[in-house]
């Protein structure tokens, strides 16, 4: 029996107001897989999240996560919005966002108790945060609150992780700690992060695409030139893979 | 000033005060922390047309100006979710329709209008009792309604987006919070009138924001803070003789005006790295 694909998506499209987002996207997820989606800003990227996630409902084709329809997984899938999507003065503390993880498990009505407090605080752990748990979120530093998030996404135990440009908020020096995490992280749960910073993804991911309206996938993390210059339209750094990561610019 | 406690208006006065500063307290700062400032002063102006309905068919306003509000809630909840229409844009149409009925209405009732600049601007001291039982009734629903559903507002408020992720029905829960809003400014209208009700939803909550980061915290101070003002803008309008509803918004005002101010000069002094 071969596993179930954690995401399948086939021939996918979404358009907002007739102009084109996602142009017939195939994608497979498998378990552990760690796959890094490239492109330009407004190439789809986060709409394709949001297809993952069921919040868009495409024109055409077929989404399935965990063999069911986006929504009716939802509980599985953990999702890290892009940093600036909240109101940093929020009068909220580090545990309460991540207790809102637990909001699937808990449902209406019913206030949150001792065993999602003490879900939020092994997740709180998990990605080293437990001593900042009582602050407020806004006072964190940048990679912290992002720490913070994905423990909001992890206290669901989600078989799938979604970040939504994760490292834009994260100082490089503590770029390397982020993705550590996430290493670990891939060994219970599929992790697919959509970002800009083609330097920071390509090293650490098992899986590349790239998107720009169509999707340019290729299982391996090799970029080639070709692929690149295709999804953003003009010549880019390009980055060679070995044991230390450099990279190599083209002529432009 | 303990003279006047003797005097039955007095006592409905305080008691107006009280509840009207639970109902502001709490739901204001829904209204500070989730941006809908406008939108509440939209429902609160358009409780006007309901002010006017009572007028024409000669029952009590305060009723009238519910059916209004809860009514303008819900358009406006529907139509800032199920159209394409720009919310400022609602806003705006919503507070000009409700304020352009009620003056036809009140137009069309024969004779003039007995106290109509009671609902307008508030007189505190000229609340009847049954319309502070039905302040009282009206508290009781909102705290319910926030004890019930904390946990929802909470992540309503924050991150509608990742509600909708985690299954929350975020569109049904953000109609109930504009109709407690709607509720709100019904307890207010008697004491700072339908005008001034959206300082009452703002200024209290504004200034607890200051002083803590708990959402609870928050209400609790929000509360003491709207009690405060009520009590002493009403002793300071007895004192000097001014309207009481107006008093009341311009000693929380300058209050908070004041407290932005120290604020800003703290900061100002770090930013510096000033004197120790």
């Known amino acids: 029996m071969t596993a179930l694909d954690v995401v399948r998506l086939e021939d996918v499209c979404v358009s907002y107001d007739g102009t084109p987002a996602l142009e017939g996207i195939n994608l497979k997820v498998a378990e552990h897989d760690f796959l890094g989606i490239i492109g330009p800003n407004g190439g789809g990227k986060s709409t394709l999240l949001k297809v993952i996630l069921g919040l868009i409902k495409p024109e055409r084709g077929m989404v399935t996560v965990l063999g069911n329809p986006p929504d009716r997984s939802r509980t599985k899938i953990g999702y890290v919005p892009q940093y600036s999507n909240y109101d940093h003065n929020f009068p909220v503390s580090v545990i309460e966002v991540v207790m809102m993880g637990r909001y699937g498990k808990a449902g209406l009505l019913k206030p949150y108790g001792r065993v999602d407090r003490a879900a939020a605080q092994k997740a709180l752990t998990r990605v080293g945060m437990l001593d900042h748990a009582a602050a407020q979120i806004g006072q964190l530093s940048g990679g912290q609150q992002q720490r913070a998030f994905i423990a909001r996404a992890l206290v669901s135990e989600p078989q799938l992780l979604l970040l939504d440009e994760p490292t834009a908020s994260v100082d490089s020096a503590m770029q390397t700690d982020f993705y550590e995490l996430l290493e670990h992280l891939k060994e219970e749960m599929a992790i697919v992060m959509v970002s800009h910073d083609i330097g920071a993804v390509s090293v650490f991911v098992d899986k590349i695409a790239c998107l720009n309206v169509q999707l340019y996938y290729h299982g391996s993390r090799e970029i080639t030139p070709e692929i690149l210059e295709a999804t953003y339209k003009c010549p880019v750094q390009l980055i060679a893979h070995g044991d230390i990561p450099h990279r190599v610019l083209r002529e432009h | ?276």
């Open chain 2, 1 to 276: 000033m303990f003279e006047a406690f003797q005097f039955e208006f007095m006592r409905n006065a305080m008691l107006a005060g009280l509840l009207a500063s639970v109902a502001c307290g709490i739901v204001g700062v829904y209204v500070v922390v989730k941006k809908i400032v406008s939108m509440s002063g939209s429902i609160a102006h358009a409780s006007f047309g309901g002010i006017g309905l009572g007028y024409l068919l000669k029952f009590n306003p305060v009723l009238g100006a519910m059916i209004f509000t809860l009514l303008s809630a819900v358009t406006m909840g529907l139509v800032t979710r199920r159209t394409k229409l720009p919310e400022d844009t609602a806003i705006g149409i919503l507070w000009a329709l409700g304020m352009a009925l009620g003056v036809i209405f009140i137009g069309l009732s024969a004779g003039y209008a007995p106290d109509l600049m009671s609902y307008l601007f508030g007189n505190i001291l000229t609340v009847p009792f049954t319309d502070i039982l039905l302040m009282a009734a009206l508290d009781v629903i909102i705290l319910t309604l926030v004890i019930a559903f904390y946990k929802e507002f909470l992540l309503l408020s924050f991150d509608e987006e990742f509600g909708i992720v985690v299954g929350m029905p975020v569109d049904a829960l953000y109609l109930l919070m504009l109709c407690m809003v709607a509720l709100t400014v019904v307890v207010l209208i008697r004491v700072v009138g339908m005008i001034l009700v959206i300082a009452m939803l703002t200024f209290p909550a504004a200034l607890a924001r200051q002083f803590t980061h708990d959402l609870k915290k928050m209400m609790m101070l929000s509360v003491v803070f709207g009690m405060l003002f009520t009590f002493g803008g009403l002793w300071i309008s007895y004192a000097l003789n001014l309207a009481s509803g107006a008093t009341i918004i311009l000693l929380s005002g300058l209050v908070l005006l004041l407290s932005y101010a120290v604020t800003g000069l703290r900061g100002k002094v770090k930013a510096r790295g000033g004197p120790a």
